[in-house]
């Protein structure tokens, strides 16, 4: 097996302010599953794509935003690994007992210079739907809504880009697919530790722990097409696109949850390996990478988070 | 039968029809097409529209609303009983009468995202 340790991301903890209105909209609307609820309230769901038990995790809160992002590893030892890789490096890691959420293992969980938690596990049991493994249709159940194939990566915003990178490499063995460098420092990352071109990344805000967008991967720009339709249907507030970045080549649509966490339905993308040089981009030209087609940031990408 | 209209009026800036049920930013976002509101800072501040960035904070000067859901960390129960709420999260119930409290500057090219008030 060439990818070994942290595998990919595997669910994402989000808050939300009003439990029934984001099960509609992320079991309807972007097309996912509710595979349970738990004895506090958290709602676990997937996509039918995906075989581990849960990939998005809902929680009823009085502020909306992200409460932590989860990594899968390849294997149990891979969580002894890394806890002694973080804590040499220098931060705090806790424990979370196995069937603290339904259906997964141990994790271990720290908290990373820009504010945000960051849990590992290597432990999930799967739940239906899920694809077969044997003759496998192309998809098992009917998709709907979107359609999203999985949960895919996540924005965060917080003030200590620079610390998040030099962790991020050296003590948990991502890589930096790209980033964009203003003349005060480094502004954005976007980090891999498998194939795409970003499985979380990250962007320079005043204020720690902040949600700038949850995405999920959609087949296709038709899809995509697919997607703003249901956008304007159900009146879902829209931030941009559909467009395309050049960061990361993804085609996308920024829009809203019911709690005004940002969402993200993402397609395409180019295949990272590990010999793959950063690609690199300045203050001249990030509208183009943000926003390949309108080529400038709109007003609501570095000032609107959760 | 036709949902009730009000009148919702943006202190400084200009003045709104606003339907019974409709997100009081949704009707100001339909006059700022419309070319209806005037010496707006920048442009009409517009986040989420859902309550979660707490960027379309306004204050209630008067009239009669309901409200939904909005993030505590944007709006406190103090601010939210006092009248500064999110424009996306109320709903008429009378005309209304609101001043532009926003906590950011939304961005205009070339300035910082975010500034202190």
């Known amino acids: ?306 | 039968m036709a949902p009730q209209r009000f009148q919702v009026t943006l202190e400084g800036h200009g003045q709104a029809n606003v339907y019974e049920g409709e997100r009081v930013l949704v009707a100001l976002e339909r006059a700022q097409g419309f070319g209806q509101l005037k010496n707006l800072p920048r442009r009409l501040p517009v986040g989420c529209r859902r309550g979660g960035c707490g960027v379309c904070r306004v204050r209630v000067l008067a009239g009669a609303y309901d409200s939904g859901p909005m993030s505590r960390s944007c709006v406190s129960a103090e601010d939210e009983a006092a009248g500064l709420v999110l424009a996306c999260c109320i709903y008429p119930r009378s005309d209304l009468f609101l001043r532009l409290e926003t906590p950011v500057v939304v961005k205009a090219k070339g300035e910082r995202a975010l500034q202190p008030v």
């Open chain 1, 1 to 306: 097996m060439a990818i070994t340790g942290i595998m990919r991301p595997g669910f994402i903890q989000i808050r939300v302010l009003d439990m029934p209105a984001a099960i509609e909209f992320y079991t309807k609307r972007i097309g996912l599953h509710q595979v349970t609820e738990g004895p506090d309230g958290r709602v676990y769901l997937k996509s039918a794509d995906e075989f581990d038990h849960h990939s998005i995790v809902l929680r009823r809160a009085d502020s909306a935003g992200v409460d932590a992002a989860g990594f899968k590893c390849v294997k149990d030892s891979d969580l002894d690994h890394y806890e002694k890789r973080v804590t040499d490096y220098g931060f705090a890691v806790d424990h979370v007992k196995a069937g603290e959420q339904p259906g997964l293992g141990r994790r271990i969980g720290f908290t990373i210079p820009t504010g945000h938690r960051i849990e590992l596990y290597a432990e999930s049991e799967q739940s239906d739907p899920k694809p077969r493994t044997h003759n496998p249709d192309v998809w098992e159940l009917e998709p709907h809504g979107m359609a999203a194939r999985r949960f895919d990566h996540s924005l965060l915003y917080g003030p200590d880009v620079q610390g998040n990178l030099d962790f991020f490499e050296k003590a948990l063995d991502f890589r930096c697919a790209e980033r964009v460098d203003m003349p005060d420092g480094v502004f954005a990352i976007w980090m891999t530790c498998g194939m795409k071109a970003h499985d979380i990344a990250f962007v320079k805000y005043p204020e720690p722990n902040k949600l700038h967008h949850v995405a999920f991967e959609l087949e296709n720009w038709q899809s995509i097409g697919h997607a703003a339709d249901i956008l304007t249907r159900y009146d879902i507030s829209i931030d941009l696109g559909p467009t395309r970045h050049g960061i990361t080549r993804g085609q996308t649509i920024y829009f809203f949850d019911p709690s005004g966490n940002r969402c993200e339905t993402f397609a395409g993308g180019y295949t990272y390996y590990p010999d793959i040089p950063t690609r690199t981009w300045d203050e001249t030209q990030v509208g183009k990478g943000i926003f390949y087609y309108e080529r400038q940031l709109n007003d609501a990408f570095l000032s609107v988070v959760s």
